[in-house]
Structure formats: structure tokens, C-alpha cells
Nanobody, 115 residues
Framework: QVQLVESGGGSVQPGGSLRLSCAAS????????MGWYRQAPGKQRELVAI???????NYGDSVKGRFTIAKNNAENTVYLQMNSLKPEDTALYYC?????????WGQGTQVTVSS
């Protein structure tokens, strides 16, 4: 059974930082393209960042230069370091694993950026 468990969300002031974690079980993160997506109320889910099996990272335009995705194969965990947070980053953040037409999702962790 595949499980992706996100953690690390919370409330932070603008300009602050958070680090999200996605702990995987039932799959190996180094065998999958791993991504972070987010969905704000009333908006579509959007790509935040993705790291491929080969380790290449890509980011959504709105987070480039502020967010960093990384994975630790030994821990089977993917991280999202979020710096210089803005109110528009407020959303439910989901972890995603993808390989060979199989996609898995976590339950999400809430990030709220507000003064």
C-alpha cells in the first residue's frame, strides 16, 4: 500500500519560511518523479515543484528563486523548503509521486501566510 504523508505546514507571517516533508512508504522516491502541488480555495491545483528520478528540479514560475525541492533517498522523503513566503502562497500543499502512468497523492498539509 502506497502512502505519502505530508507534514510541516502551519501559519507564518509574510517573509517567513517553512519546510514541508513528504514521507513515502510502499514506493521508493528514487524510482519516481516526486512533486509538490498546491490548491488554494476556489482555484485549480497547480504545480509548485518537481524533482525527477534523475534529480532534476523544476519549479512553478510563482515560486522560482524562493522554494527548493530536495529528496533524501535514504530517508525515502521529499522536502520543500519555502522561503520569503507571501500571502498568495496560502494553500493546501500536496505531495505527488508519479511513474509509468501511476500517480499517488498525499492528504495535504495546510500552509497559511498572513500577518
Amino acid at each position: 500500500q502506497v502512502q505519502l504523508v505530508e507534514s510541516g505546514g502551519g501559519s507564518v507571517q509574510p517573509g517567513g519560511s517553512l519546510r514541508l516533508s513528504c514521507a513515502a512508504s510502499g514506493i521508493m522516491v528514487n524510482d519516481h518523479d516526486m512533486g509538490w502541488y498546491r490548491q488554494a480555495p476556489g482555484k485549480q491545483r497547480e504545480l509548485v515543484a518537481i524533482i525527477t528520478r534523475g534529480g532534476s528540479a523544476n519549479y512553478g514560475d510563482s515560486v522560482k528563486g524562493r522554494f527548493t525541492i530536495a529528496k533524501n533517498n535514504a530517508e525515502n522523503t521529499v522536502y520543500l523548503q519555502m522561503n520569503s513566503l507571501k500571502p498568495e502562497d496560502t494553500a493546501l500543499y500536496y505531495c505527488n509521486a508519479y511513474r509509468l502512468w501511476n500517480a499517488y497523492w498525499g492528504q495535504g498539509t495546510q500552509v497559511t501566510v498572513s500577518s
